[in-house]
């Protein structure tokens, strides 16, 4: 999982805590970092849900600490990759997403059959945040 950096060197894809307003500590960011010139960028994917986490704490969040791979599944998906092998296999990170979508698959039958509305949102949503690492 690489990224060439504007520096030209190759940027590695890890997992990260991020400060934010020096009071929330949110642990388990997919980072892209280079070695070189040591510029790191958000991995594109989860952006938009990293944003709306920020918006949600507010301007003056009271301290805590978060972790992200809990609240994105693909975040999820690095942070079990990771703990298998580093540096990050893409290969393993495919094969992670394919058991995590069948098994979010599985549970949306269920919640579908239950007829269970709030529960089938929530899975949509976690089913499309694994497909958001496409989107990038
Ligand atoms: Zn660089």
């Not at 069948?102 to 976690?126: C, F, P, Q, V």
Request: aromatic share 6%.
């Amino acid at each position: 999982m690489f990224k060439r950096c504007i520096c030209g060197e190759a940027m590695a894809l890890g997992l990260r805590q991020v400060l934010y307003s020096k009071t929330v500590g949110i642990s388990g960011v997919p980072v892209y970092a280079c070695g070189q010139c040591s510029r790191s960028e958000v991995y594109p994917g989860v952006k938009s849900d990293l944003s709306r986490l920020l918006s949600e704490l507010g301007p003056k969040p009271l301290p805590r600490e978060i972790r992200f791979d809990e609240l994105h599944e693909w975040a999820r998906m690095l942070s079990q990759a990771s703990s298998a092998s580093l540096p990050l296999s893409g290969a393993r990170i495919v094969q992670l997403t394919e058991e995590r979508t069948n098994e979010l698959l599985d549970l949306l039958l269920i919640a579908s059959s239950l007829d269970d509305t709030a529960w089938k949102r929530e899975l949509e949503g976690r089913l499309s945040q694994l497909n958001g690492q496409y989107i990038t």
